[in-house]
């Protein structure tokens, strides 16, 4: 994928796209896949980078929802589970089981929710994940060796799915790309282009690297932007009542010695009701999260007094050795998008479901709400939309059996670059052909400078924060050692990208300031 290459073929094309999809998450780059793989002319525009808002800030699971479950949602249930399946075998190479374990301090929690995810196991059905089981007290104390034992009387364990969520984006990116979609990141939509009736016709989108103004015209636009739906629809109305209400999680990030072994903790009913997961990723843990009604939406959230001490407490309810501040690796914030029932009053309840609302007048299709595991239904059924209203040729989804880039059935063959999948031979080529690119880019990260080089010369990745949040996770993994090799990083990027040393030096302090939402003051 080159960013150039797509550019111009913006430029070029004389003819209304098909499709015209804003926004290059989850959701839009889902449809992007959809639509090019029907054979449609499918563009997508992403103001910052492909994942940079929700979409790289998930939990990482790919799972039903046990807590929907709680709450009686058994369809919305049933088809993230079908919906997980799916994606285990389109994506092997990103997507693996995980045994979660509810361990009980209480005499009736084990039947409670033994009762329960008994239940998650038959909706799941033919795309069962592995079948849920009590364990006794030293069974949990195996599967977790670092568990509090104090009070533990034993627990459940059950199986659900774990990916990486920016990788995935990136694998979709390339797959639309490869389909004949065009992609193209840091292009921000400002405006819509309206015939005399007022319905669209296509949006005006600026070139944030070079301020070029670009017209691009379209048969359907789609707006898949996330947390910022609403802000685009009233580019096209401005009196319109929102459709979402934005609200916060947040995760801390520790090392694995706070979780030993495979297997990952589920807490389903915090303090405040709220569900608590600890669960092992690559080399760290990954604990959280919050749910805080939040105003503003923001590309960079960050975490709320008291959102990360609640965590911290929580956990350390758990977990044998207590985490201290001084122990977080990495805090990461990210805005859930949930739809407000109806065309949004205040009153409105939020729904876990997604939903396509078509504006009257202009036609704009805005899809939102849903979440990861269920990406490709939201594509399926919003190009379905963009099919009757802008009355294009009738062509059936084609992505429930169809492989994502990087597809690969023996992927952890690949050892620590595993999550690339079928690309991974060809960065190990790069770390071979050179000493200097195979060496890690700080002593406690494993990532090379061959995988900066490969995430600028395929994956369109333009920026340190583009390297190491989404193409590699460094920030997540430890935001300090990522701000320390960030010069290193931008040294690759300056001779890939042809850029002088007044960008290198920019860039690093751009993602200094990124990286300090990423600290946590101890
Ligand atoms: C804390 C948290 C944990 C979660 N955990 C899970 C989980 O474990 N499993 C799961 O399945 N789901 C999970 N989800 C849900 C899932 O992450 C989201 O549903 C999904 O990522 C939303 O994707 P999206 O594409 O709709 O939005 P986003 O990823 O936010 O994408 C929208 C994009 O639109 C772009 N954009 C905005 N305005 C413009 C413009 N004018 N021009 C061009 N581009 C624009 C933005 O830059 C952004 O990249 C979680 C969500 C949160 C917040």
């Not at 089981?133 to 774990?162: C, H, K, W």
């Not at 029932?341 to 205040?346: Q, V």
């Not at 849903?370 to 294009?392: N, S």
Request: glycine share 10%; charged share 25%.
């Amino acid at each position: 994928m080159n960013r150039d290459d797509m550019l111009a073929g913006i430029r070029e094309r004389q003819e209304p796209w098909d499709l015209v999809i804003i926004g290059g998450g989850a959701t839009g780059l889902g449809a992007a896949v959809d639509a090019a793989a029907r054979g449609f002319d499918v563009v997508l525009l992403e103001q910052a980078d492909f994942a940079k808002g929700t979409s790289s800030r998930s939990t990482k699971l790919v799972h039903g929802g046990v807590r929907y479950l709680q709450q009686g949602n058994v369809s919305l249930v049933m088809e993230a589970l079908k919906e997980r399946g799916i994606l285990l075998r389109n994506a092997p190479h990103l997507v693996r089981d995980v045994a979660f374990i509810v361990p009980s301090y209480a005499w009736w929690e084990s039947p409670f929710y033994g009762v329960g995810l008994k239940v998650y196991d038959l909706l799941a059905g033919r795309y069962g994940f592995g079948k849920s089981s009590y364990l006794q007290r030293e069974a949990v104390a195996e599967a977790i060796p670092s568990i509090q034992t104090e009070g533990l009387l034993g627990g459940t364990r059950y199986f659900d799915g774990q990916f990486d969520d920016a990788r995935l984006a990136i694998n979709l990116a390339t797959t639309a790309w490869e389909q004949g979609g065009t992609v193209v990141n840091y292009t921000q939509v400002v405006d819509f282009l309206k015939d005399g009736d007022g319905a669209i016709e296509g949006v005006v989108a600026s070139d944030l690297e070079t301020g070029e103004e670009l017209r691009v015209r379209g048969r359907v636009v789609v707006n898949a932007t996330g947390p910022f739906v609403d802000g685009v629809r009233r580019l096209d109305r401005p009196e319109a009542a929102p459709m979402i209400a934005p609200s916060q999680g947040v995760h801390i990030v520790l090392d694995r010695s706070f979780l030993a072994g495979e297997s990952a903790i589920m807490v389903p009913h915090t303090d405040d009701g709220r569900v608590m997961f600890a669960i092992p990723w690559h080399d760290v843990v990954i604990v959280g999260t919050t749910d805080t009604p939040i105003d503003e939406v923001d590309l960079e959230p960050h975490a709320q007094s008291g959102e990360v001490e609640f965590i911290l407490e929580t956990a350390n309810r758990y977990l044998a050795k207590p985490a201290a501040a001084s122990d977080i690796r990495s805090v990461f914030a990210g805005i859930r998008p949930l739809v407000k029932m109806g065309d949004g009053d205040g009153t409105a309840s939020l729904s876990r479901d997604h939903t396509i609302l078509v504006e009257p007048v202009s036609g704009l299709i805005s899809v939102a709400g849903g979440k990861w595991t269920t990406y490709r239904k939201m594509a399926e059924d919003v190009v379905d939309h963009a099919i009757l209203l802008g009355d294009l040729e009738s062509r059936a989804c084609v992505t429930e059996q169809f492989p994502i880039h990087g597809y690969h059935r023996n992927a952890e063959r690949f050892g620590r670059l595993d999550f690339y999948g079928s690309d991974a031979p060809a960065i190990q080529r790069l770390i071979d052909a050179d000493t200097h690119m195979a060496e890690p880019l700080h002593p406690r990260l494993a990532i090379t400078g061959a995988e900066v080089q490969w995430a600028c010369r395929n994956e369109m990745a333009r920026t340190i924060d583009d390297a190491l949040a989404r193409r590699t996770r460094a920030l997540l993994f430890d935001a300090e050692a990522a701000v320390q090799a960030a010069p290193r990083v931008a040294e690759i990027l300056r001779r890939e990208l042809g850029r002088d040393a007044s960008w290198a030096q920019a860039e690093v302090e751009a993602f200094t300031a990124i990286a300090a939402g990423y600290q946590h003051p101890n």
